[in-house]
T-cell receptor
Framework: QQQVKQSPQSLIVQKGGISIINCAYE??????FPWYQQFPGKGPALLIA?????SEKKEGRFTISFNKSAKQFSLHIMDSQPGDSATYFCAATNGANNLFFGTGTRLTVIP | KAGVTQTPRYLIKTRGQQVTLSCSPISGHRSVSWYQQTPGQGLQFLFE???????NKGNFPGRFSGRQFSNSRSEMNVSTLELGDSALYLC?????????????FGPGTRLTVL
């Protein structure tokens, strides 16, 4: 049973465009929602994270939008660049140090 | 600071064998978590160790075990290997093991079971 559902599975965006990845969860005990970026041959690296007491968090070109009532959160990548081409994972955790990951989105940014 | 290191990076075993993977966390980090990454199941949590004690465990069979040493280094062991154990095994460390502490991942050990 997938605790965090992620879509789309893959995404192709033109350089300069906006990439949007969506995630949904059911467990209302989740209290921390990080996004990870993974390049081939590397482990995931934390990109940005949010806690449920805020509805949006922005760091540079990356923004998390969080909708607590809908139990959904999304990652927006503004001005997408070819270097952003990677697999992105949303995740959630419930106070313990075990992350429940989404299934991943392979982003390709076309020059 | 040096990042999380995992050894070996690649491993080939045959069914029925056992394997031990090693993880050295970032200096000062006391929590080490292990994850299995496969194309079909994605990233799944195996277990977490904090101060040499297993604190959390995912939904994996008892063939998967681990331990943590006093210097926070961790090992995971898989006994009686099955073809389905072929995966990338990732180790992550964090400072105090709190949910909002950033987890830093190593590059993983690619295990192939033949």
């Amino acid at each position: 049973q997938q605790q965090v559902k992620q879509s789309p599975q893959s995404l192709i965006v033109q350089k300069g465009g906006i990439s949007i990845i969506n995630c949904a969860y059911e467990n209302t005990a989740f209290d921390y929602f990080p996004w990870y970026q993974q390049f081939p041959g590397k482990g995931p690296a934390l990109l940005i994270a949010i806690r449920p007491d805020v509805s949006e968090k922005k760091e540079g070109r990356f923004t998390i939008s969080f909708n607590k009532s809908a139990k959904q959160f999304s990652l927006h990548i503004m001005d997408s660049q070819p270097g952003d081409s990677a697999t992105y994972f949303c995740a959630a955790t419930n106070g313990a140090n075990n992350l429940f990951f989404g299934t991943g989105t392979r982003l390709t940014v076309i020059p | 600071k040096a990042g999380v290191t995992q050894t070996p990076r690649y491993l080939i075993k045959t069914r029925g064998q056992q394997v031990t993977l090693s993880c050295s966390p970032i200096s000062g980090h006391r929590s080490v978590s292990w994850y299995q990454q496969t194309p079909g199941q994605g990233l799944q949590f195996l277990f977490e160790y904090f101060s040499e004690t297993q604190r959390n465990k995912g939904n994996f069979p008892g063939r998967f075990s681990g331990r943590q040493f006093s210097n926070s280094r961790s090992e995971m062991n898989v006994s009686t290997l099955e073809l389905g154990d072929s995966a990338l095994y990732l180790c992550a460390s964090s400072e105090r093991g709190l949910s909002y502490n950033e987890q830093f991942f190593g590059p993983g050990t690619r295990l192939t079971v033949l």
